[in-house]
């Protein structure tokens, strides 16, 4: 059984081919009886056969059927399946990274789109902005603004600290 990762931006997955007698994770015969003519020994005798016409996946605690060549795609890191779909549409959907790879820079800025990380400081502020990153959001006392420059995201944040330094009046 090959394995190979596919990528869909801006997520990668492991994506398996289902074929009657593979064995895949999580997956699950289907088994059929067909009545087939048998040549023994004493003559021709009809006996049963179990044959596997499909499978079976447990995706959301909901069941798949699976028919001959269609795909299971599975989280990379857990193998826990999480799709089926059929062969024409999976491969419209999906480029296996043999094919095609990003660069280290571009996979780095997929992941950064994916799971954004939040500044932390000020530094990471003004490199995101200089990046080309932005426009960020800043909470104001008269609501969220969005702030284009790095000069106006430090306008804002002054405006902010002046405001929480100004005595609450009592109520």
């Known amino acids: 059984m090959k394995i190979q990762e596919y990528i869909r931006l801006p997520e990668k997955i492991v994506a398996v081919q289902w074929f009657p007698y ?13 009545d087939r ?5 004493n003559g021709p005798e009809k ?5 596997i016409e499909a499978g079976k996946v447990i995706i959301n605690q909901k069941a798949w059927r699976l028919e001959p060549s269609d795909y299971v795609i599975y989280n990379s890191k857990t193998m826990e399946p999480l799709q089926a779909m059929s062969e024409s549409n999976f491969k419209a959907s999906f480029v296996s990274t043999s094919l095609f790879c990003l660069c280290s820079d571009c996979e780095a800025k997929v992941k950064d789109i994916a799971e954004p990380q939040h500044p932390t400081s000020l530094e990471e502020v003004k490199a995101l902005f200089e990046s080309g990153r932005g426009p960020f959001p800043v909470k ?10 790095f000069d ?4 804002l944040k002054e405006l902010q600290d002046k405001q ?8």
Do not use: C, H, N, W
């Not at 593979?22 to 067909?34: M, N, T």
């Not at 003519?37 to 020994?41: A, E, F, P, S």
């Open 37 to 41: 003519q048998v040549d023994y020994i």
């Open 47 to 51: 006996a049963p056969k179990q044959v």
């Open 140 to 149: 104001t006392s008269a609501g969220i603004r969005m702030a284009y420059t």
């Open 164 to 171: 929480d330094q100004q005595p609450k009046p009592d109520a």
């Open 22 to 34: 593979s064995r895949l994770p999580e997956v699950d015969p289907i088994y059929a009886q067909v």
């Open 152 to 155: 106006q995201f430090m306008y």
